[in-house]
């Protein structure tokens, strides 16, 4: 088992006060050598062949290329390695403070070379069937990312409120009924007025954000890859809140299985910590 190590300028308990506090923190070095090069490895098989979830996130005049994929884990055998045998589960036991850690979902993203479109701000809880505090995202590049294209959050947005989430390219109101939540604020006109964190990044780190915080990214320079892993781990407090539209990702037929209000205790959310 891994310990929780990290950069050795901050302790583990600095760590979850940040996070707790900002909403995000970046672990330096969380992902081992050969654990970077396996999930290079899932990822790589993942593109070669993209699962029916997939969805390409740039237009077809965009010089570069995003790609998007989700809810592997089960037939992708590099990222369930990655998903129980490293520390990430440990960490997010930590951060949120959590007894018990599960996984909710995995996701796969790919910006090539030279690709425009900026992935906007937005909360990823809004487009989720769950509810509560205790969970964290890991953002995990296996290619160097630059201070420029790396993701960008606002410290402290994950207190809320819940913003209207939107499709990323058309900007439609899919999820919650139009009105019904407060739009978001235009960050970019506006960054000064705004705590914005964001680290280069080296193959082995990961970000640990709430689902609540905003976050965004730009596009990408020529001639650089950015193959990320992001996988969503679920703590104690969090529950089942099915909606009456599609989220995303969805998981057909869970509403007949797990009651509202339910702990995610189903198959397809496994226990990865304790061990």
Request: proline share 14%; net charge positive; with cysteine.
């Given at each position: 088992m891994h310990p929780i190590a990290t950069d050795p300028s901050s302790s583990a308990a600095e760590l979850r006060e940040a996070y707790q506090r900002d909403g995000v923190v970046c672990l330096r070095g969380v992902l081992r050598p050969a654990e970077v090069e396996?999930?290079?490895?899932?990822?790589?098989?993942?593109l070669a062949a993209p699962s029916p979830r997939a969805k390409v996130a740039s237009?077809?005049?965009d010089p570069g290329f995003?790609?998007?994929?989700?809810?592997?884990?089960?037939?992708n055998a590099a990222y369930r390695e990655i998903i129980t045998g490293s520390a990430l589960a440990a960490w997010a036991a930590a951060l949120t403070g959590s007894t018990a850690i599960r996984l909710y979902h995995d996701h796969m993203l790919t910006k090539e070379g030279g690709t425009r479109q900026r992935t906007p701000w937005h909360q990823d809880q809004p487009y989720y069937n769950v509810e509560g505090s205790q969970n964290v995202s890991f953002w995990i590049p296996v290619d160097p990312v630059s201070r420029a294209a790396t993701l960008e959050f606002v410290a402290?947005?994950?207190?809320?409120?819940?913003?209207?989430?939107?499709t990323f390219m058309s900007h439609e109101a899919k999820w919650f009924p139009e009105g019904s939540l407060a739009d978001l604020p235009d960050i970019e006109?506006?960054?000064a007025a705004h705590d914005i964190r964001g680290w280069a990044m080296e193959p082995g780190d990961a970000l640990a954000f709430n689902m609540l915080t905003?976050?965004?990214?730009?596009?990408?320079?020529?001639?650089?890859?950015?193959r990320a892993f992001s996988v969503r781990m679920l703590g104690d407090d969090m529950r089942h809140a099915p909606?009456?539209?599609?989220?995303?990702?969805?998981f057909p037929g869970l509403v007949d299985e797990l009651p509202k209000g339910?702990?995610?205790?189903?198959?397809?959310?496994?226990?990865?910590?304790?061990?």
């Open positions: 396996r999930l290079r490895e899932g990822i790589d098989a993942n237009r077809p005049d995003f790609i998007e994929d989700f809810c592997n884990w089960q037939e402290g947005s994950h207190r809320g409120p819940w913003l209207m989430p939107r006109a506006d960054r905003l976050h965004a990214s730009a596009g990408l320079e020529p001639g650089r890859r950015r909606r009456p539209w599609t989220t995303s990702p969805e339910a702990p995610m205790e189903h198959p397809l959310f496994p226990l990865l910590w304790p061990r």
